[in-house]
T-cell receptor, first 112, second 114 residues
Framework: AQTVTQSQPEMSVQEAETVTLSCTYD???????LFWYKQPPSRQMILVIR??????QNATENRFSVNFQKAAKSFSLKISDSQLGDAAMYFC?????????FGAGTRLTVKP | EPEVTQTPSHQVTQMGQEVILRCVPI?????FYWYRQILGQKVEFLVS????????KSEIFDDQFSVERPDGSNFTLKIRSTKLEDSAMYFC????????????FGQGTRLTVV
């Protein structure tokens, strides 16, 4: 099975500042997808951003962007201009044709 | 984003009882997954299901667990004899095809075993 590692159990950021959440993964596949999911207190898993492994360009969705380093198998999430509503658990996920795995999660706190 | 509906949203059951968790499918979505999350911790893979067969299962998915999609209707996860440690949030996820879409998650079923 593939593994996904989030080394930061908790992170904190000041409102309006920028924070980066780390994620590394292990795979022997060449074709796969990477995702960041947000899980607010409501417990729903909400897709934040996704990256196709074959694309060199880093994905961006408004205030959310990723730094995808394929050779290093690293996939970090950057949240710019953090808002109070960004506070949640964030899960990094890896998906290949047959497999989808999650990291352990990072709890993000946003301080007003 | 297509909705994924899970029922019930919350279930309380006595230890040793059987529970069935349901996930309402979209007709053209072929891949289904069940995950569980204990006390807001990591999301653990249980099983994947494709073309009416289990394609992969984790060590957690022992003989107490089963999945099926009877008559192409709801995708269900059954726990035959629940244990206290089965208390968790159970998420159903599905996707349309092999590579070109992400998985869509249901809102989860909170299972409490007492």
């Amino acid at each position: 099975a593939q593994t996904v590692t989030q080394s930061q159990p908790e992170m904190s950021v000041q409102e309006a500042e920028t924070v980066t959440l780390s994620c590394t993964y292990d795979t022997s596949e060449s074709d796969y997808y990477l995702f960041w999911y947000k899980q607010p207190p409501s417990r729903q898993m909400i897709l934040v951003i996704r990256q196709e492994a074959y694309k060199q360009q880093n994905a961006t969705e408004n205030r959310f962007s990723v730094n995808f380093q394929k050779a290093a198998k690293s996939f970090s999430l950057k949240i710019s201009d953090s808002q109070l509503g960004d506070a949640a658990m964030y899960f990094c996920a890896y998906r290949s044709a047959d497999d989808m795995r999650f990291g352990a999660g990072t709890r993000l706190t946003v301080k007003p | 984003e297509p909705e994924v509906t899970q029922t019930p949203s919350h279930q309380v059951t006595q230890m040793g009882q059987e529970v069935i968790l349901r996930c309402v499918p979209i007709s053209n979505h072929l891949y289904f997954y069940w995950y569980r999350q204990i006390l807001g911790q990591k999301v653990e893979f249980l099983v994947s299901f494709y073309n009416n067969e289990i394609s992969e299962k984790s060590e957690i998915f022992d003989d107490q667990f089963s999945v099926e999609r009877p008559d192409g209707s709801n995708f269900t996860l059954k726990i035959r004899s629940t244990k206290l440690e089965d208390s968790a949030m159970y998420f159903c996820a599905r996707r349309q095809s092999i590579m070109n879409t992400e998985a869509f998650f249901g809102q989860g079923t909170r299972l409490t075993v007492v």
